[in-house]
């Protein structure tokens, strides 16, 4: 079955410091993939999206994922943190025949300044 | 704007009471989603609807039901037999699997 596993929780880092948010995923054939964020108590937005091609693929606010197919893998990275990047980050990986959506857990990201 | 609006943001209700989350989409998306979020679980998939007068039961479907009369709207009932209700409840729709799903602003339901 498919599944996503976000294996850290919670990370903390310093406003300026780069970032790397980890997604590794069961997925039978080619997936697609998402990153989105959520602010407390709202919904989620769209950072970037994988289908195909290029495995480095870019977002808005600055956030980039490169898909590794030999490692299961779709991190998310920042090279700068700023304080208002503070929020839930969610991977998750697309049923190509069903238009489904399969979330992973979440990691929730804490920025001292 | 295009968008999804959920309503209401805040819901408090009986335990035993039935309840209806409203979903509407302006955006002509075709597949609408409603998913539930608790604490440390992410979210879970409870129905979907990829056309009009037809949805699909997702991984926790038990305890909800879902209709879908218009495009623009998938209404999310909550009923009794739901056993732990309470959760942050979150509509989704997309135009199709390559788009990613554009989401609403959620609903909180506290069932008391």
């Known amino acids: 079955a498919q599944s996503v596993t976000q294996p850290d929780i919670h990370i903390t880092v310093s406003e300026g410091a780069s970032l790397e948010l980890r997604c590794n995923y069961s997925y039978g054939a080619t997936p697609y993939l998402f990153w989105y964020v959520q602010s407390p108590g709202q919904g989620l937005q769209l950072l970037l999206k994988?289908?195909?091609?290029?495995?480095l693929v870019q977002g808005i606010k600055g956030f980039e994922a490169e898909f590794k197919r030999s490692q299961s893998s779709f991190n998310l990275r920042k090279p700068s943190v700023h304080w208002s990047d503070a929020a839930e980050y969610f991977c998750?990986?697309?049923?190509?025949?069903?238009?489904?959506?399969?979330f992973g857990t979440g990691t929730r990201l804490q920025v001292f300044p | 704007d295009g968008g999804i609006t959920q309503s209401p943001k805040y819901l408090f209700r009986k335990e035993g009471q039935n309840v209806t989350l409203s979903c509407e989409q302006n955006?002509?998306?075709?597949?609408m989603y409603w998913y539930r979020q608790d604490p440390g679980q992410g979210l879970r998939l409870i129905y979907y609807s990829q056309i009009v007068n037809d949805f699909q039961k997702g991984d926790i479907a038990e305890g909800y039901s879902v209709s879908r009369e218009k495009k623009e709207s998938f209404p999310l009932t909550v009923t009794s037999a739901q056993k732990n209700p309470t959760a942050f409840y979150l509509c989704a729709s997309n135009p199709s699997g390559r788009q990613g799903y554009t989401f609403g602003s959620g609903t909180r339901l506290t069932v008391v």
């Open positions: 955006l002509n998306h075709d597949a």
């Open positions: 998750a990986v697309g049923e190509r025949n069903t238009d489904k959506l399969i």
């Open positions: 994988y289908f195909s091609g290029d495995t």
